[in-house]
């Protein structure tokens, strides 16, 4: 079970899943499943992620900060949003990844170069 909650962890706070997060996670968070979870709560609420930017450049930085979410963080970004089909996300993705680059700059190297 910890190994799918670690999963869903960085899986929910990589994506911008504005409705499913605001459901499930004050309730995991609450219960101590997901670490930092009232302090990423506060921060990423409705209204914040409701602007991408703000969730590309200022949201996950701070998310990322956490050790737990740094990599899931970057994975995502790397995997599935450096090549999306809007140029606009393919230029938010290459800003966040250039902010997160403090946060763990060999796992940068290593896997996003």
């Not at 499930?24 to 602007?51: K, M, Q, R, S, W």
């Not at 450049?57 to 970057?74: C, D, H, N, R, W």
Request: glycine share 6%; charged share 15%.
């Amino acid at each position: 079970m910890a190994s799918f909650l670690d999963a869903l962890r960085g899986w929910l706070l990589a994506l911008r899943v504005v409705v499913p997060l605001s459901l499930i996670y004050p309730y995991e968070a609450g219960e101590g499943t997901f670490p930092h979870g009232i302090d990423i709560l506060t921060t990423a609420d409705y209204f914040a992620v409701g602007n991408i930017s703000n969730c590309f450049l200022v949201i996950s930085v701070f998310i990322a900060g956490f050790q737990e979410y740094t990599k899931p963080m970057i994975d995502h970004l790397v995997s599935m949003k450096i090549n999306h089909w809007d140029g606009a996300i393919r230029e938010l993705s290459a800003k966040a990844l250039h902010n997160l680059t403090p946060q763990d700059p060999e796992y940068i190297a290593t896997h996003a170069l």
